[in-house]
Nanobody, 113 residues
């Protein structure tokens, strides 16, 4: 059974940094996509970054390009989202997704002015 567990959220001042982690388990594919989304209550879920494992291609939404970086450590079955120069509007619940059907529970990121 595929499981995703996020951690690393918290409260940070504007301009600060956080690194989110998504520990994965329950699958052994060599090629797959894992993505980070974020959601603010009342707003549509926003896809912000994706990593294509196998060819290591990455994707970033314009809203985070140049500030966020997705990476992975295969030895730890973990995908990271390094978030730098955080802004108030980055405040959201951040969730990782494996493929198209499997979601983690999310971790809250709050950026104060």
């Amino acid at each position: 059974q595929v499981q995703l567990v996020e951690s690393g959220g918290g409260e940070v001042q504007s301009g600060g940094s956080l690194r989110l982690s998504c520990v994965t388990s329950g699958f052994t594919y060599d090629y797959y996509a894992i993505a980070w989304f974020r959601q603010v209550p009342g707003n549509q879920r926003e896809g912000i970054s994706c990593l294509s494992v196998g060819d290591e291609k990455t994707y970033y939404a314009d809203s985070v390009k140049g500030r966020f970086a997705i990476s992975r450590d295969p030895a730890k079955n973990t995908v990271y989202l390094q978030m730098n120069n955080l802004k108030f509007e980055d405040t959201a619940v951040y969730v990782c997704r494996f493929g198209t059907n499997y979601w983690g529970q999310g971790t809250q990121v709050t950026v104060s002015l």
